[in-house]
């Protein structure tokens, strides 16, 4: 039914903890964000922000020809409300309350903390990036701060229902050691992050793999190495194509 293009980052995993959770059938198709499988023009027809991941839905709600639908947030409410769980439809507080938290994941938690982790690994011949570092790392600080003051008087984010609002923030915070956080300055947090860590579909989702073999970059033959640097790195504008 569902086709995930997928890789094992988090961003991919919030889509496969959603699938796992609703236990519905899902095939995932690899995309080597790696090698550049993002960039084909396939795949740009259903993700043309050439990141992943990105759904086709084969059986559309109402019948139809396939429905492709990118970024995760999108995906995530596209798949609550077509099952029927996890987003509530009908009482428009209850809907917001968890959509304004899936909109502050995608436009605060993830970027920021991925930049956070972009600027730590800028190899000295770059420069100096301890003013980037800071800032994103006290910027990361800020958003747990935000989490834990928002779980102190209730369960989950978005009140008293587990939804996929926990969700989508979930994987973004199970790299919080390497994020340099301290689990016990945010108690309330560390509450809901251990609850949901004991969730076997959450289990299951964080797992979910492509099937292809891990790839060292460090084993690469030098041109390869510089072809996926050029292709993957300080990405500017795809021209239009010709009328």
């Known amino acids: 039914m569902y086709d995930v293009h997928y890789w094992p980052t988090p961003n991919g995993k919030k889509v496969t903890i ?3 959770e609703l236990g519905v059938p899902y095939t995932i198709v690899p995309v080597r964000i790696g090698v550049g499988d993002q960039f084909t023009d396939e795949f740009l027809k259903i993700s043309p922000n050439n990141r992943m991941p990105a759904l086709v839905d084969h059986a559309p709600k109402g019948g139809g020809a396939p429905i492709s639908v990118f970024e995760s947030g999108a995906i995530m409410m596209y798949l609550a409300e077509k099952e029927g769980r996890f987003w509530p439809q009908d009482d428009v507080r209850a809907k917001y309350e968890v959509a304004q938290w899936v ?4 436009a605060n938690q993830g970027p920021k903390t991925g930049e956070r982790g972009h600027f730590s690994r800028v190899p000295p011949e770059f420069g100096d990036q301890s003013y980037a570092q800071r800032r994103f790392a006290d910027e990361g600080h800020r958003l747990y701060g935000v989490m834990n003051n928002r779980l102190y008087d209730r369960r989950y984010l978005a009140g008293e229902d587990y939804s996929i ?3 989508i923030s979930y994987p973004w ?3 919080w050691k390497l994020q340099g956080i301290d689990l016990e300055e945010f108690r309330y947090f560390k509450r809901w992050f251990e609850e949901l860590s004991e969730r076997p579909a959450l289990q299951r989702g964080m797992a979910a793999e492509t ?3 891990v790839e060292d970059p460090a084993t690469l033959p030098p041109e390869e190495q510089e072809r996926r640097r050029k292709l993957l790195y300080n990405q500017r504008a795809r021209p239009a194509p010709a009328a």
């Not at 909109?103 to 995608?106: D, L």
């Open 103 to 106: 909109m502050w994941q995608m």
């Open 165 to 167: 609002a926990d969700m």
């Open 173 to 175: 915070s199970a790299s």
């Open 211 to 213: 099937g292809l073999p």
């Open 18 to 20: 959603l699938l796992e």
